[in-house]
């Protein structure tokens, strides 16, 4: 009850708070500035980098809105590549991509929003960011709605049971959007993220 507080509070704050760098809007609510947060800051650990043809992540941040990186992203880019320089060559491994934010950060009324989900990713493979395993679900491009500001887009990285056959159900099959990766790790047991990384971008169109 008291995470479940803390997570509301959290979210309260983020949409009241005020920064001098361009606050984004919605509804006359500022719902995230074009900074990061202290909270959004800490979310990435464990040396994960992901890979697009013009940009290479590798710590949380905001995608720039030069080059038309923010358009790239969400329309011409397919599948980054993911990769871990200390993954265990002989282990397997899951990556999910979601977003929390959908449809906006000051209601997400869709969170998550799965955009990815591969598993049975070979350690050997994961070193060299080449992903080669068995897609659960589709790559989806991070699309956020006009007008709906800044929305995360979190990777997180599991090492994989030895003894488990990683699968969704047919409910989750249904939507992508509502997802529970929480009640996902915990059915398969796969603990806490071993990487995780997060990005922040908009519709370009707002920019």
Same mark, same amino acid.
């Given at each position: ?21 361009? *606050? /984004? ?11 990061? #947060? =202290? #909270?959004?800051?800490? $979310?990435? =650990? ?6 697009? *043809? ?60 799965? =955009? ?38 979190? $990777?997180?990285? $599991?090492?994989? *049971?030895?003894?488990?056959?990683? #699968?969704?159900? /047919?409910?989750?099959?249904? #939507? ?11 059915? $398969?047991?796969?603990?806490? *993220? ?14």
């Amino acid at each position: 009850m008291q995470g479940g507080v803390m997570a509301a509070v959290e979210v309260i704050l983020l949409c009241v708070a005020v920064s001098v760098w361009k *606050p /984004q809007r919605v509804n006359g609510e500022v719902c995230a500035a074009e900074t990061l #947060s =202290h #909270s959004d800051a800490g $979310f990435c =650990h464990g040396r994960l980098e992901v890979i697009y *043809p013009e940009l290479e992540i590798s710590s949380c941040s905001v995608i720039p809105r030069g080059q038309h990186l923010r358009d790239k992203i969400s329309r011409e880019w397919g599948p980054p590549r993911v990769r871990l320089a200390g993954a265990e060559t002989a282990k397997k491994y899951a990556l999910m991509m979601v977003d929390p934010d959908a449809p906006s950060r000051c209601s997400p009324t869709r969170s998550h929003w799965r =955009h990815w989900l591969v598993v049975d990713i070979v350690g050997s493979d994961l070193k060299k960011g080449d992903i080669k395993g068995l897609v659960l679900s589709d790559y989806r491009h991070p699309t956020p709605p006009q007008g709906t500001g800044l929305h995360r887009y979190q $990777f997180m990285l $599991f090492e994989q *049971p030895a003894d488990k056959t990683l #699968s969704l159900s /047919q409910e989750e099959k249904s #939507s992508l959007g509502n997802w529970d990766p929480q009640a996902f790790i915990q059915r $398969f047991g796969l603990g806490k *993220p071993l990487a995780s990384l997060q990005f922040l971008t908009q519709n370009a169109k707002d920019e």
